[in-house]
Nanobody
Framework: QVQLVESGGGLVQAGGSLRLSCAATGGTFSLYVMGWFRQAPGQEREFVAAISRSGSGTSYADSMKGRFAISRDNAKSTVYLQMNSLKPEDTAVYHC?????????????????WGQGTQVTVSS
């Protein structure tokens, strides 16, 4: 079983930046594709970004391209989400997730393990 714990959320003004972290325990981190998803109040959870097991491959939701960057440190069993030029519509609970396999996919039903999430609030 893999346990995931997110951190780094908070309150930031529009145009600001935040870096989220997700620490994994209980498994071999380098064997998992990692993803970030977010869920705003009253909305469905949506895909943000994913990264391959080695970190060489990444994918992003269109609205995040150029503003967000996903990365990972397999030695630290941690995945990161650098968020720049934040907008009020980025306000959500951000979850990291892990899936066995090789392919970065945007579908939440393809991810086996989930963290509890960290709140990101962007004020205008």
């Amino acid at each position: 079983q893999v346990q995931l714990v997110e951190s780094g959320g908070g309150l930031v003004q529009a145009g600001g930046s935040l870096r989220l972290s997700c620490a994994a325990t209980g498994g071999t981190f380098s064997l998992y594709v990692m993803g970030w998803f977010r869920q705003a109040p009253g909305q469905e959870r949506e895909f943000v970004a994913a990264i391959s097991r080695s970190g060489s491959g990444t994918s992003y939701a269109d609205s995040m391209k150029g503003r967000f960057a996903i990365s990972r440190d397999n030695a630290k069993s941690t995945v990161y989400l650098q968020m720049n030029s934040l907008k009020p519509e980025d306000t959500a609970v951000y979850h990291c997730a892990a899936r066995s396999g090789y392919v970065t996919v945007p579908r939440e039903d393809q991810y086996e393990y989930w963290g509890q999430g960290t709140q990101v609030t962007v004020s205008s």
